[in-house]
């Protein structure tokens, strides 16, 4: 007889499978971003000529942009807030919010981008300047990653009123890529 197996709402572990999911990509995700900060804490500790490249990396944008995050954090807090009282209007307005905050994050990420190569640093410039851009730039992939879930999770889900755990979902990974912002930003522009 040929069943049909069904996803339901809960694993084994009475954990909603969509939650547990997202702690899943987490956990791998902390692997993948805690074996660069350890490369990166490794060398650094080795080759002083790291804090003299370090001196050349904008501090304000790097501010700015922790800036940026950590409101948007908020605003998906709010977000996360309004989808349990079932208020898409509100949702969807905090959603679009965390949305822009992450697009003025990559706007400045790009300036900054464009002005550290303009001044002859790029990823091959030093070991430097090769962590940075490599985890930069993969920070600002889950950037994007997270907006566009949004987006979709916005005018899909919250817009049709359905699926409202997924606003959750959505703020767990937000709250991910936030922190792994907290790790990098002191030891990319602060520790000079």
Known sequence: MGHKIVATGRSATGIPTGRLAVWWIIASEIVIFGGLIAAYLINRFLHGSWAQSAAHTNTFIGGANTFWLLTSSYFVVLAHAASER????????????TIALGGCFMAFKSYE????????????????????????ALHGFHVVCGMVIM????????????NWHRVENIGLYWHFVDIVWIFLFPLLYIAK
């Open 151 to 162: 987006a979709i999770i916005a005018e899909k889900d919250i817009k049709n009123e359905q």
């Open 113 to 136: 981008y464009a002005t550290e190569i303009s001044h002859g640093y790029t990823i091959l410039t030093s070991n430097f300047w090769s962590f940075y851009y490599t985890a930069t």
């Open 86 to 97: 079932r208020d898409a209007k509100e949702t969807r307005k905090y959603i679009w919010l």
